[in-house]
């Protein structure tokens, strides 16, 4: 893990509907949907190694940033 890694909350599942979109769902996986998890990623460029101790928020939903 990096200091810069991201976590989110990968259970549940996402619904969006549009009136000229229509209708869209998706879902981390069945694994996840069923009993929750968390997902992470750390950006193409890493930064600082995090050591031991190091606390990371937990997201509610993926930063696409």
């Known amino acids: ?5 991201k976590f989110w909350n990968a259970g549940g599942v996402g619904v969006h509907f549009g009136l000229f979109s ?3 769902m998706c879902a981390e996986s069945l ?9 992470f ?12 101790g190091v606390i990371f928020p937990l997201n509610e939903k993926v930063d696409k940033k």
């Not at 893990?1 to 890694?5: A, G, Q, Y």
């Not at 694994?31 to 997902?39: E, N, P, S, Y």
């Not at 990623?41 to 031991?52: E, F, K, Q, R």
Request: charge should be positive; hydrophobic fraction near 40%; glycine fraction near 14%.
């Open 1 to 5: 893990m990096r200091t810069d890694s």
């Open 22 to 24: 229509g209708f869209s």
């Open 41 to 52: 990623a750390t950006p193409p460029s890493p930064g600082i190694l995090a050591t031991n």
């Open 31 to 39: 694994k996840a949907l069923v009993i929750g998890g968390i997902a």
